[in-house]
């Protein structure tokens, strides 16, 4: 892609910051969204105070912020998310839950359509990233909600992929796995101390075994898949694809 516009949510640690520096590095135009900003990106793009845990409102503001711009590429990638506590699903405070989904989700779905609205006339390459993750197609105790969001993720790309196949100029639709991240959400697994997480130690040892890819290097590897030319071509999809 030439210079495109990328709209990040997450974009203030982790993969998310990586992947708005990656951005602004190769020359693209970057919004971030996240609920604080990252200095690291002050001065060099846009950046909205924005809570996902309130998604009607945030996905109205990215339509209308769309409907003005001029059109170009544009890329949304729906990074963020959270983690509830591990633990069984009956333990998880219900409020936790629900603000778990809405982020993890329900933000996604709606920014996605938001996105697509906004950009429908728009006669350039628009492509949508959904940040997935292994636990979307492979079941873990202590983490239903955090697989709930994934799988869900990963369905919807494959309907919404069927939605804009059949559309002049549809957009280009990937729910990608971006590999294991040396971030806050490994921190909040592998130092977990509640019962029903059998795994834990799985993270403890990604950790120990230097498994962990850096963020920045995650960020990379995102960016390629979005710029490969079969982009799209696999709705649901790994960066460690060949
Ligand atoms: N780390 C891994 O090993 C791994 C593996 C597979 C998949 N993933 C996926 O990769 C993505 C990024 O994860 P990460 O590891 O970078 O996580 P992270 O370090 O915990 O960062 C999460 C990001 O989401 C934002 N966020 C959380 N709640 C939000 C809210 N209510 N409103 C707006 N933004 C919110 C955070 O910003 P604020 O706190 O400023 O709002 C932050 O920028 C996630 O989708 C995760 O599921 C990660």
Not at 48 to 58: E, F, I, R, S
Not at 126 to 147: H, Q
Not at 149 to 161: I, S, T
Request: proline share 6%; charged share 15%; hydrophobic share 45%.
């Amino acid at each position: 892609m030439s210079q495109a516009l990328y709209i990040i949510t997450g974009s203030s640690r982790g993969l998310g910051l990586g992947m708005a520096q990656e951005a602004l590095a190769q020359g693209h135009r970057v919004l971030g969204l996240a609920r604080q900003q990252a200095s690291a990106l002050q001065e060099h793009c846009e950046q909205w105070t924005a809570d996902l845990a309130q998604p009607l409102d945030v996905a109205a503001r990215l339509e209308a912020w769309l409907a003005q711009q001029p059109a170009t590429d544009a890329v949304l990638i729906n990074n963020a998310a959270l983690l509830t506590d591990p633990g069984p699903s009956d333990a998880v405070p219900p409020l936790a839950l629900s603000t778990a989904l809405r982020v993890g989700l329900e933000a996604p779905l709606l920014l996605t359509a938001a996105f697509l609205r906004a950009t429908a006339k728009w006669q350039t390459a628009r492509k949508v990233v959904l940040i997935s993750s292994g636990l979307g197609r492979r079941a873990m105790a202590g983490s239903a909600p955090y697989c709930a969001q994934k799988a869900g993720l990963d369905h919807f790309a494959r309907a919404a992929a069927l939605d804009e196949a059949i559309k002049p100029n549809g957009a280009r639709i990937v729910s990608l796995a971006p590999g294991v991240i040396d971030t806050d959400m490994q921190v909040q697994l592998r130092s977990a101390t509640g019962p029903g997480f059998p795994d834990r130690n799985v993270f403890a040892d990604y950790h120990a075994s230097g498994r962990l890819a850096s963020p920045q290097a995650a960020a990379q590897a995102v960016l390629r898949y979005v710029a490969r030319s079969d982009f799209g071509a696999n709705p649901v999809a790994d960066v460690r694809d060949a």
